[in-house]
């Protein structure tokens, strides 16, 4: 089981600040869609550069011209680029042949997606490395998570490792690492802390402790 630490809402500077923190305790590093949107992908290349030993997922959430973007991602140091469960077929093929081209990874986000079992199905035929269900920021505002949905797609996923995002926090993670996902995503719950590396750690060591 890894741990993914998801940097939304800060800058470069500061995302890189905050990584050397917890560097130690996190596997993958990602950046959101935000600072994509925002500073670009040199966000995800100084990310990279600044922390050779860690995974970078670059959060494109892209829905077209799939295997354009994936390259694009990945000359700046993705090492993970994501793409969205509702974009068409054809656009997550795309995107699968350009990473394993690259000996890249992808993953599939399906938030917003209506039925999660069958576009889980759907994509793990399409090769894809990750499938993750995702609680926006949006819906959790209004109480809402992932587990139940990452129960869904562990009962039906046979080739993609699993991941879930959203709201993930100290307290909500013993019900989230039992359903035994590949992958953890946490944002605020690290990031928003007083005292990330203490948060970082206490998370990992949940983590490790549950997969050991």
């Given at each position: ?31 959101g ?32 011209a ?7 991602a990945?000359?700046?140091g ?6 969205l ?10 995107a699968?042949?350009?990473?394993k ?64 995002a ?25 990031a ?21």
């Amino acid at each position: 089981m890894k741990l993914q630490l998801a940097l939304d809402l800060v800058n470069t500077e500061e995302a890189i600040a905050l990584v050397e923190e917890v560097k130690d305790h996190i596997d993958i590093v990602e950046i959101g869609t935000p600072i994509v949107k925002i500073e670009g992908l040199k966000a995800v290349k100084a990310m990279k550069e600044a922390f050779p030993q860690l995974e970078v997922l670059a959060d494109m959430k892209t829905m077209d011209a799939a295997s354009y973007e994936v390259q694009k991602a990945v000359e700046n140091g993705a090492d993970i680029v994501t793409i969205l469960g509702a974009a068409e077929d054809e656009s997550i093929k795309g995107a699968v042949e350009e990473a394993k081209k690259q000996g890249k990874e992808i993953l599939v986000d399906l938030i917003a997606v209506k039925d999660i079992a069958k576009r889980a199905q759907e994509v793990d035929a399409m090769g894809v490395d990750y499938i993750c269900v995702h609680t926006g920021y949006d819906l959790q505002a209004v109480g809402k998570n992932s587990f139940e949905d990452l129960q869904t797609i562990k009962g039906v996923v046979k080739n993609a490792k699993t991941a879930i995002a959203g709201g993930i926090k100290l307290e909500t993670l013993p019900e989230v690492v039992q359903a035994q996902p590949d992958l953890v995503i946490v944002g605020g719950g690290i990031a928003g802390q007083e005292d990330k590396q203490a948060a970082a750690e206490k998370i990992e060591a949940l983590i490790k402790q549950e997969t050991a």
